[in-house]
């Protein structure tokens, strides 16, 4: 080891000596003798003023010369200078402007206080005599005009984002329905005033809040999704652009009662990025009262009973069947060492999964399961109650693997699950919802190699006639890529014209399913 010098240990000052160090007495930061406290002025350089058009211009001997500007200053300005013969410093400018949007932020004296040499010319810095710009108030214009330039300042009204002639059945169907919920916002602001205070929290197996369910269900949820069907009905035929003001009436109408919905909120927030996260599928499998209001509450319960909501449901008890009779006709036959191997594509919370292996009585022949979903939280979830119930009820018979990686690789990769399959059964609920036709056939073709023979992919794929679409799309901003029959059978023969196809649907209709089966 070296010797240690005193330049090399920094011997600590006891606390009350480091404190003393560091106050200073007022009169030490005043005269000559004191401190000296200097304060430059930010500058600010164009791009930073911009939509704002800034600009300097010089009045030398006469004649005007509009400047490049570098920066600017409450004090001063850089700009390059516009002749080839450079002044010196402490020269004064007699008339200098500096103009932003063809308004003055500055005429006066100027006097030359920098100059150097730069790639794009001579830059010469001005302090400036007569006043000081008022670069809040720039600052103050150029916030307020980009305010403006997003649509978000409609100045006099002339931005009407909702305007739109006609349509005179969907304006009045949007305007009953903001009258029905008033009306029952009233109602339940009058059972919230006289119930306990804490009515919002009872669990829900609470005798109050099975009644209040019962209430909610029986007499608000039936005419309140009656009234949102209308309201699609009468969107029927409309393009996209079409519906864009109508969105926008439908909104400001309405958005204030529907993301008082907690999983409405989500679903249009969509904090992770896309609106049917693993807590919006979590929602809807829980279909649940819940919020702050009780309007909110029934709103979340209702809008969970529509259609689409269903339609989740519906695939999920599908998909947990069609995996069970396939698990029960593997085990009865072949050998019962060999893994009965499923691979769930885009897994999201694994439903149907958990629901599968909690209702099972016997597993007499191994199952190993793939989860794969480009959500690292999703899997997080799935694994944390997943791996509960497996440890407690299957831990010899039951192996789950979970895969994170992108739908990009999904799509790309063919050999993404090299080593897992083949698989007996794949399975996609939701992905090609927001699949493009080549980009499924492509999958489609992947995940059919996937198999083995007499292994069969399930994938869904709700239809055009939605009728959530109006909720979906206008107040949660959800938007899909629907397909009829014909086309859902279209991508599954092109991807694989050497197997059997055959067409499912559970019982809403909304969202069917190809199974296609790989034959030898």
Not at 173 to 196: M, T
Request: glycine share 6%.
């Amino acid at each position: 080891m070296g010797t240690v010098t005193s330049e090399q240990v920094a011997i600590p000052h006891p606390p009350s000596e480091r404190i003393q160090a560091r106050i200073k007495l007022y009169e030490e930061l005043e005269g000559g003798q004191g401190r000296e406290i200097f304060f430059r002025p930010q500058r600010y350089t164009p791009d930073q003023f911009e939509p704002l058009n800034i600009w300097a211009e010089l009045n030398l001997s006469g004649i005007h010369y509009r400047c490049e500007l570098r920066d600017l200053s409450q004090g001063g300005l850089g700009v390059v200078w516009p002749l080839p013969v450079m002044p010196q410093i402490g020269d004064m400018i007699d008339e200098i402007t500096v103009c932003f949007d063809h308004q003055y932020a500055y005429v006066g004296q100027a006097v030359v206080s920098v100059m150097r040499s730069e790639e794009e010319g001579q830059l010469v810095g001005l302090d400036l005599r007569d006043s000081l710009i008022k670069v809040d108030a720039l600052l103050q214009t150029r916030d307020l005009k980009r305010f403006h330039l997003r649509g978000e300042a409609p100045f006099g009204g002339r931005f009407q984002p909702w305007q739109a002639e006609g349509h005179h059945e969907f304006k009045g169907r949007v305007a009953e329905l903001k009258l029905f919920l008033e009306d029952w916002e009233n109602h339940f602001d009058r059972v919230e005033a006289q119930a306990s205070w804490d009515l919002l929290r009872f669990e829900e197996d609470h005798p109050t809040r099975r009644a209040l369910t019962e209430l909610v269900h029986r007499d608000f949820m039936a005419p309140f999704l009656e009234q949102t069907e209308r309201v699609f009905e009468s969107l029927s035929g409309l393009s996209k652009a079409e519906q864009e003001p109508l969105k926008a009436y439908s909104q400001r109408y309405l958005d204030a009662y529907f993301m008082k919905a907690p999983w409405m909120h989500r679903a249009r927030t969509k904090p992770l990025g896309y609106p049917g996260d693993y807590e919006v599928m979590n929602h809807i499998y829980g279909r649940r009262l819940q919020g702050r209001t009780l309007i909110g509450q029934a709103i979340n319960y209702a809008t969970l009973h529509s259609p689409a909501a269903r339609a989740v449901r519906n695939r999920k008890d599908m998909l947990k069947f069609e995996m069970k009779r396939a698990c029960e006709r593997l085990s009865a036959q072949g050998d019962i060492e060999t893994p009965i191997k499923i691979l769930s594509v885009a897994a999201g919370p694994a439903q149907e999964t958990f629901e599968l292996l909690s209702e099972m009585k016997m597993i007499t022949r191994p199952i190993d399961i793939v989860l794969f979903d480009q959500d690292a939280a999703a899997l997080a979830f799935a694994y944390g109650r997943l791996k509960r119930l497996v440890d407690e009820r299957w831990p010899e018979q039951v192996r789950l693997v979970y895969l994170h990686d992108s739908i990009r690789r999904l799509l790309e990769d063919a050999d993404i699950f090299r080593g897992f399959g083949p698989f007996d059964s794949v399975i996609c609920s939701g992905l090609y919802d927001y699949l493009r036709h080549t980009t499924a056939v492509k999958l489609t073709s992947h995940m059919h190699n996937y198999c083995a023979v007499n292994g069969s992919v399930y994938i869904g794929n709700m239809v055009p006639n939605n009728p959530s679409r109006w909720l979906m799309e206008h107040h949660l901003e959800w938007d899909l890529l629907y397909r009829e029959h014909s086309e859902i059978m279209r991508f599954a023969n092109e991807a694989a014209p050497t197997a059997r196809h055959e067409l499912l649907t559970e019982p809403s209709g909304v969202n069917p399913f190809v199974r296609i089966t790989r034959l030898e």
